[in-house]
């Protein structure tokens, strides 16, 4: 079974930076996307960004050109820095692995964190 377990949240004021952590316990097959998405009150589970398993990088609208998402399998951790941050960066951010089909979608992801509250002021 696998465990993803989020760490790095908390608040930052504008233009500031955070770096997010998931270790992925348990992982020891690497299958499908592994994905940052976010979530506010009142909105849906968006992607923040994705790594394809061919490697390949996508980022959601207004995460574009500011934040990176990386996986070091030595750690067995991903990771989303935030740079530039923004008071609309503001939400619940969940990890996902093992993302199946459209990668950008969050019901095709088999697992998930608890989730790290990000708040920018």
Request: net charge positive.
């Amino acid at each position: 079974h696998v465990q993803l377990v989020e760490s790095g949240g908390g608040s930052v004021q504008a233009g500031g930076s955070l770096s997010l952590s998931c270790a992925a316990r348990g992982y020891t097959q690497r299958s499908g996307c592994l994905a940052w998405f976010r979530q506010v009150p009142g909105k849906e589970r968006g992607m923040v960004a994705q790594i394809q398993d061919d490697g390949m990088k996508h980022y959601g609208g207004t995460a574009k050109g500011r934040f990176t998402i990386s996986w070091d399998n030595a750690k067995n951790t991903l990771y989303l820095q935030m740079n530039s941050s923004k008071p609309l960066d503001t939400a619940m951010y969940y990890c996902a692995a093992e993302g199946g089909g459209l990668c950008r979608r969050a019901d095709n992801y088999k697992y998930w964190g608890q989730g790290t509250q990000v708040t920018v002021s």
